[in-house]
């Protein structure tokens, strides 16, 4: 099992940046596939991100396309979400989770696919 810790929320402004991190207990990082949710107050958790295994391919949700950025260090146990020009909708607990395997596109996507969870950061961006 992966023990997943998110870190790096907080507070920001509309059109401000944030980066968080994920830091994975486990030494066999690199073979996990990894991503991001988020769920904001009375919603579902959504997609936000994924990353292939070796960080070569990425995936994103539609409405974070070209301000969002996923990135991992397999050599650190960690993954980022580099996130530019925040939205006051984008308040939210953000969640890294993983599942051993790569990673392919629509199925990146599903959460269900997923078997490790953090326990979320919040980001809350006012307007």
């Known amino acids: 099992q992966l023990q997943l810790v998110e870190s790096g929320g907080g507070l920001v402004q509309a059109g401000d940046s944030l980066r968080l991190s994920c830091e994975a207990s486990?030494?066999?990082?690199?073979?996990?596939?990894m991503g991001w949710f988020r769920q904001a107050p009375g919603k579902e958790r959504a997609f936000v991100a994924a990353?292939?295994?070796?960080?070569?391919?990425?995936y994103y949700a539609e409405s974070v396309k070209g301000r969002f950025t996923i990135s991992r260090e397999n050599a650190r146990n960690t993954m980022y979400l580099q996130m530019n020009s925040l939205k006051p909708e984008e308040t939210a607990v953000y969640y890294c989770?993983?599942?051993?395997?790569?990673?392919?596109?629509?199925?990146?996507?599903?959460?269900?696919?997923?078997?490790?969870w953090g326990q979320g950061t919040q980001v809350t961006v006012s307007s």
């Open positions: 989770a993983g599942f051993v395997g790569n990673c392919n596109g629509p199925g990146c996507k599903d959460r269900r696919r997923y078997k490790s």
């Open positions: 486990v030494r066999t990082f690199g073979t996990w596939s």
């Open positions: 990353i292939t295994r070796s960080g070569d391919i990425q």
